[in-house]
Structures are given as C-alpha cells and as structure tokens.
C-alpha cells in the first residue's frame, strides 16, 4: 500500500511538473530575429529601440543580428534564401526591397498593417507619402521606411558674403554665383557634387518636367529634351568651371570644408562627415533646400533603408514584425532615432514633436532637410534598377569627362530601362 502511496505521488509531481513546463513553454514569447547592417553609433541606437519594444510587451522578442555591411547583408539573405533559413525581417536598401519581391523572398504587408498589430489608419496618414512610394509595388505594400535621408545644400556662407550674393534657390542663380565668384577673383566654383550625381540629374529633370519613370512603371522619358537640358546644363557648368564633382578626392565633404566650391548637394545624413572638416577650417557653414530649376516645383529624392518581412515568416512572427515596425514609427520612437543617427523623422508627427524641434535648435544644420520632407519622393522601384544606376552614372561621367553628347549617353539608358520594363 505504502509503494503505492509512493508511486502515485510520484505521478502527480509528473503531471504537475509537464502541465507547469507546457504552461511555461507557452508563454515564452516569440522570438523575431531581424537582421540589420547598423554599426557603431547606429547599432546603438537601434539596439536601444529593440529593448524598448521588448521591454514595452511579453509576446514577442525582437533579437537583432548585425550581418556587417549592406552588401553583406544581401549576400547573407540571398544564401539563407536557398537554404531555406530566413529570418523574420531584415533591413532593405531601395533595389533590394525590388529584388526580393521579385525573387518571391519577401510578401506584401498589407493583411497585416493593422490595427490590431498597431498600424493604425493614423500612423499611416501620419507617415510621408513619398516614403510610401518606394515600397509600394503592384498596389501592395513591401516595407516599411526606416531610416531614411534627403538630398540638400550645404553653403559656405563666408564665400557668398564675400560676393554679396543670397543663398542660390534655382540653378540660373548658381549660375550666376560662379559668375560672381569669377568676377571677384575668387579660386573657388560655385557647386559642388559627389561623384555619379545621377540624384541630381534626375531631381532637375523632373523638376524641368520630365516624368523620368512613370510611377506605374508604363513609360519612361529619361531621353526626353527636359532630360537633356538638365544633363547638357550641368556639362556646361562644368566646362566653365561654375561648378566640379569631388573626383580624386573621393567625396565632396572634403574639398567643401577647405572652400573650394561654395555650394555643395550632399545627403543629409552625411551631415557628421561634412562638420568636422568644416569646424576645423573655420568657415560658417549653413544648410539650404536644394535650388530649383526651370520653372519647376521644388523636389529632392528620399534615400536610405527600410524595413521588410520574409515569406517563410509564420503568421506569428509577421504579426510581431509589423508591431515591432509600427512601434518604432511612434512619435518620439522615430524622432529619437533621427536625433541619435542623423537620419530624418519619417511621420509628421515626429517632425512636429518636441524632441525633434529641441533638435533643431542645437543643430539648425537639419532643418533644410526637415522643410524638404514634405515634398520629398522616392525614386521609382523596378527591377533592375542597381543595374540603371551603375549605368546612368557612367554615362554622366561620360559626358562630364569625356565630352560624349548628353542625347546619345541618355538614349542608351532609356533603352536599357525599357528592356527592364519590358516596354
């Protein structure tokens, strides 16, 4: 009788301690791991937002990967893509939010962007539409913007002042700056821009009226005469020396910040690379939106990441992504982000919150860019855009130094962008 007692107390201890382990193994939360190319300065700062959405609920954990580099980011995904071993999400530069979708790696999100998982019909009309654009394919949704930039000016106002000259707001007034800066004796160009300012050509041309790529990807005009205009305007103010591409020097932050042009089209993020020289040489440096031209409509071209989900994510994991994406588009989420990296708010909120206009009086340097976000757009995804870009620029650097026509050089890449369109 006692081996009996014995026994069946045995077998209670069993089956409470199962029922306790299966009680504990269902709530353990599930886990979303998401992989990133965010080093130094910028892993800190998204490490700190994945511990706050992990700290902010228990259903789910977000663990965060550095995989090194984008370009090694993309080799891991495309190599756990046939080995079958994804993660959840990762984080997507413009071509690769393209190419995965097309590759079937990624899914749309639009079933999930929920209220339920905290993508309210709010959040979405607080985010700028022009981040939107560049993931959004065929109708449906393939990120979310992250990290995102614009394009501005960066103006050494001591040159400017040295000629009495305002901050140039059209390309006709850069012009005129070069000009300006001849007459007075002064060694330094009007402009300056990185190397394959493809950016820039396409930013002028639609701003002179071209469409560029139809956003439903059904036409393209990149040979159009608005499009040459642009190209040939740019060669010529080249060859009169008004205005130069950093060349040798690899970027244009450095031949800035020692005054050799008096304007300067950069990103915004590259913001930490430009004031050190600047700061170092002395010079009053103040930041403008980019100038115009013809008689078209400010614009700038958004760039950076964003943010994707992999089709072999269970309906769970997807679920936590999009809370987790949602989470850190909040209001202070995004302006705290933009504050600790040099990126930009993504909402209208965040740009309205009282972090990101505190920021702006200790770095006033941001707020051209913050004035460009609510006309800024992103370029237009297709596949086999990377391949169009590495082209464009070479071609753009065909006509700047080898004199090759500006016609010729942009009818070979409509073409190609044709035979990528299939049109």
Known sequence: MKKIKVLLAALLVFSFSNVFTSFANAQEPVEITFWHAMNGPHQEALTKLVEAFNQSQDQYKVVEQNQGDYASLQQSIIASGVSKDLPVMAQLTASTVV?????????PLDDYLTDENGFTQE???????GFMTGVTM?????GLPFSK???MMYVNQDLLDEVGAEIPTTWEE????????DEAGIDAQAMGLENGPSMELETMARQNGATWIAEDISATDIASDQSVETLQFLKDLINEDHARIAGEDGYMSGPFSQGATALYIGSSAGLPHV???????GMNMVTA?????GEGEPLTLFAGNDLGIFASASDEEIAGAIQFMSFILQTENTAQWATETGYLPITKSGVESDIWQEYLTEVPYAEAATKELKYGRSQVPYVGSSEVFTELNTAIENVFINDSDPMTELQNIEDLVKGHLGL
């Open 174 to 181: 850069v012009l005129e700056l070069g000009k300006a800066l």
């Open 275 to 281: 004031l050190p020289g600047v700061e170092e040489s």
């Open 99 to 107: 190419d995965f979708k097309d590759q079937g790696l990624t899914l």
């Open 289 to 293: 939106e980019l100038p115009v031209y």
């Open 138 to 142: 065929d109708g449906q949704i393939y």
């Open 149 to 151: 930039s614009v394009r």
């Open 123 to 129: 959040l979405r009309e607080d985010i700028y539409e």
